[in-house]
């Protein structure tokens, strides 16, 4: 009986824990991180604050685990694409375009776990998420680099470029301070624009294949 208790109160844990998370995600996509604050995260949740205190220590831990589990999914679907049977040169288009086109499908979530403002701990977690998606894109330029799609001099300094491309290249569309929202046209055009940038910046020349 007591084994069975244990286990029904961890797995109750576990779902608060969820609820939690994924009240500070909602709130962080309604208006940043400035509305997800501790008493708002627990009533979107129907919890007490003290009941998210006992699972985080501050706000800044619960960001912190919002954006570590973005990212994870993230980097998830990165390398799905680089484990595909398609080219390395079809791998790299669809992962650069499959980043933009779901930062802009959530435009303040994207836009606030990447560049809005925050204290150190976040944004050192900020750093390490980039070194998990730059790696997922290693991943796609060695394999593009021994097929002879790609060529250039190092490939961590590869990588890192076309990471700060696919997302610096993405602030000023997702910018909640817009006035005008961008059209379905001007997203895809965007979208293609910014791939192909990627693309031929690393693409081999014909001659060189």
């Not at 708002?40 to 919002?66: C, D, H, P, T």
């Not at 086109?101 to 979530?109: E, F, G, I, V, W």
């Not at 990627?198 to 014909?206: D, G, N, R, T």
Request: charged share 25%.
């Amino acid at each position: 009986m007591s084994y069975k208790r244990s286990t029904l109160m961890q797995e109750r844990m576990e779902q608060n824990r969820k609820i939690i998370l994924q009240s500070a995600r909602e709130l962080i996509a309604q208006g940043g991180f400035k509305d997800a604050q501790i008493q708002a995260i627990a009533e979107r949740a129907g919890v007490s604050s003290g009941l998210v205190y006992r699972y985080f220590e501050n706000k800044s831990q619960v960001l912190i685990e919002v954006l570590s589990d973005a990212i994870t999914h993230e980097v998830s679907i990165l390398n799905n694409i680089a484990k595909g049977e398609i080219s390395p040169l079809e791998k790299l288009r669809k992962a650069v375009a499959t980043f933009i086109k779901r930062a802009m499908n959530s435009p303040q979530l994207a836009y606030s776990l990447m560049f809005e403002p925050v204290d150190p701990e976040l944004e050192h977690e900020r750093f390490r998420s980039k070194q998990r998606i730059k790696q997922s894109i290693i991943d796609i330029l060695a394999q593009g680099e021994e097929t002879g799609d790609f060529v250039f001099e190092d490939l961590n300094t590869a990588a890192l470029c076309v990471v700060a491309t696919m997302t610096y290249a993405v602030v000023e569309p997702l910018n909640p301070s817009q006035t005008v929202t961008p059209d379905q046209g001007y997203m895809d055009d965007f979208v293609k624009q910014i791939t192909e940038f990627c693309v031929k910046a690393l693409l081999a020349p014909q001659g060189d294949k």
